[in-house]
T-cell receptor, first 115, second 113 residues
């Protein structure tokens, strides 16, 4: 079955530590996205990538980093510079960007808690 | 940045109709979307509407679009307990060629027996 997987589902981190969230898709999608979800605030775009070895900052990129070495993988690192990292993180993908129709397919999410 | 706005909460009795409202920002958006999020899960596309349409019906779902007022609504007929979830509207941005989606804050729908 095609889809997007995120791991782990729950992640705990001590303050001052970097942590990497995994996102893998086997949908052969070109574009991938990372969103952060906080209660009552909807989804905010952290980073996105249109193609391998290229990515762009979204609305709230500070304190985060990404890589896109393979088409199917788009890991997100939450660095110690992120002031308030506790949140639910969602990864998504779409066939391509730059088209007027852009259905995004979402993974199940990772809930990160900083202790 | 500009916001897509939704009311945050809706309570509805089982069997009644639910109406979730949304106002969006970009009058040139070509597609508008409704996503559903169940507790602790990712988002799932429910339906979408192309901007040259006023209405789209898909089984129990009816989407209405008022382009003049930049208002979008989702009606769920015969609401069931399984419809309890957060519903997000999203617009496809056209200010650049990239086609990002701008999401609203989500409407929490609670269905009571």
């Amino acid at each position: 079955d095609g889809g997007i997987t995120q791991s782990p589902k729950y992640l705990f981190r001590k303050e001052g530590q970097n942590v990497t969230l995994s996102c893998e898709q086997n949908l052969n999608h070109d574009a991938m996205y990372w969103y952060r979800q906080d209660p009552g605030q909807g989804l905010r775009l952290i980073y996105y990538s249109q193609i391998v070895n290229d990515f762009q900052k979204g609305d709230i990129a500070e304190g985060y980093s990404v890589s896109r070495e393979k088409k199917e993988s788009f890991p997100l690192t939450v660095t110690s510079a992120q002031k308030n990292p506790t949140a639910f993180y969602l990864c998504a993908s779409s066939i391509t960007s730059g088209m007027s129709y852009n259905e995004q397919f979402f993974g199940p999410g990772t809930r990160l808690t900083v202790l | 940045g500009e916001d897509v706005e939704q009311s945050l909460f809706l309570s509805v009795r089982e069997g009644d109709s639910s109406v979730i409202n949304c106002t969006y920002t970009d009058s040139s958006s070509t597609y508008l979307y409704w996503y559903k999020q169940e507790p602790g899960a990712g988002l799932q596309l429910l339906t979408y509407i192309f901007s040259n349409m006023d209405m789209k019906q898909d089984q129990r779902l009816t989407v209405l679009l008022n382009k003049k007022d930049k208002h979008l609504s989702l009606r769920i007929a015969d609401t069931q307990t399984g419809d309890s979830a957060i519903y997000f509207c999203a617009e496809g941005m056209t200010t650049d060629s990239w086609g990002k989606l701008q999401f609203g804050a989500g409407t929490q729908v609670v269905v009571t027996p």
